[in-house]
């Protein structure tokens, strides 16, 4: 049974003091963190294993997933078709397959683009107050917007292209990461080393990239995490709503729009794809918990 | 306390002009020109040229943009492309189900998030908590229109319990009404209490261990008054955080629920605005959402003060 612990983390068995967090300090390391945290080693699991589907699941795949053949259609599950066949006779283990690798890489990228973004604007809006308040103010704004009506919104003006709904999600959850950047600037920015490396007459850039970003770090992970959830799941929908991957492309979001027509006859085309977006998204999630919990400083 | 109100009221002014600043470029950052969704294919150059002045489209952006803006502040939203009827009056005849929705969805959210939260936290490892935590996961990582379609498949198409289409004002026919509200409803809420449950379950936690729980309890309070006179209230600040934050999350799945549930309110008017170009009316919409947001947030910023007082003085 998982035990799931919130900010609170009595179960923690970690001896030896502990480390600096974001530190390369090896795999061995790096199981035993996990394994002595539940909640991350399930979380860690999930992720890695729909990862992995990504990676090599479509070399496995046993059907082209854009494959049409009339003479199968909506065929249920059977040892030929694993997870049975669509209405244009796909086969659906195959689509999924397809389908982890789109979110993931989707997922992937927007998360490097918030990343690389929210860093930038938290980084500038922590550290000079000139730029804090037009800069929050922009992300505020940006917040206020229901996420998805802001994206269908850009997509749908710049053409439904998955380039498309990398841009339109980077731009939604690009507020969020600059805030948590900007709230480890702030208390980082009035530490004696900073100081320091100023009075020592270091330039602002030197001292954002080696003092200020490496502090940064901890929180910036366990957002991430949360970032690729919310980025899999928005896609997903946008899939469903219509301005997300263009069809016939095997995305998750896509074939449960598909199956809306077939929930009666194939409800196998509802179940799958919606089980395998809650495993990743779960996984990653649960990742993201296990993290914080972890590099809580309260919990040393 | 009316100052405090009045600089937190001032301050959303900036904030709301940067809001109609996005709404109205983020629609003109792409080449395509919204004519073309009016016109027959084969319209010729002259027509397409008439049709821009008229609706103004061929004058510099930034004068559009002030003419939007200007009126905007007076309250006028302008007209739509598509339909030639005022923005307001158009968006008013849609938005009835989705208040209906996202008012009902936030209520059936906070009455099943806080009570379960409360439970889950002084009960810590037990397996109240462990129910509590893995239906508040389910609620973050299963997709909100999966739960929906999957409730239908079960009440309406195999139990045939309750309809799964359209929307019946409650004032006009309640019980058909509120039976028609009851799978949205919870589809969309599922979503919003796991967020708001996780919250109240990990803020009632910090606070139970902080020392004048402690004391609460050495003077032998009783329990139930230690858990609310004392931990609750100081626990409900970030819970009132994530209420208010969530309301961008609830109109944004209303959308998504909308669809699911063919239920005729602001989510299907934004993909069919969307689908036609018609930027008075998606700006509009967009405007108007977030200014929802937005006063909701300032509410949950005054309520900080109900809650800590000391907030007040800062």
Redesign the interface.
Known sequence: MITVTDNVAPTRREAGPKQRPGRPTGVRRALRIVTANQLLLVGTIFTLFMLLLAAVGPIFAPYDPTDINNLNRLQAPSAEHWLGTDEFGRDVFSRLLYGARLSAVIGGVTLLATTVLGTIVGLLAGFYRRVDGILMRIMDALMTFPSLVLAIALISVMGITSFNVVIALTLVFTPQTARVVRASVLSIRETEYVEGALALGARDPRVLLRHVLPNCVSPLIVQSTFVMAYTILSEAALSYIGAGVPPPAPSWGNMLADSRLYMFQAPWLTYFPGIAISIFVLGLILMGDGLRDYLDPRNV | MTVYIARRFLGLI??LA??AV??FF?????P?DPTAMLLPQDASAEDIDRLRERLGLNRPLPIQFFEWFGSLVTGDFGISFHSRSPVLETIAQRVTPTIWLAVSAQLFAILVAIPGGIIAAIR??SWW??GV??FA??G???????FG??L??LVS?NLRWLPSQGFVDPFDDPINGIRRLILPTITLGYAQAAQIM?MT??SM??VM?LDYVRTARAKGLQERTTLFRHALINAMNPIITVIGFSV??????A??VE?VFNYPGIGQL??EA??R?DFPL?QG??VL???M??VV?FFVDVSYSIFDPRIRYE
């Open positions: 900036p904030v940067i809001i996005i709404a983020i629609l003109r950052v792409a395509g810590q490892n908590d462990k935590t893995l996961l389910g973050v990582a299963i997709p909100n229109f999966w379609m999957l239908v498949m198409i996780r379950r990990s936690l910090d261990r961008a999350s609830l109109l944004s799945g959308i998504v669809l934004v993909v969307v689908g170009r998606i919409v967009l959402l977030a200014a947001t937005l947030n």
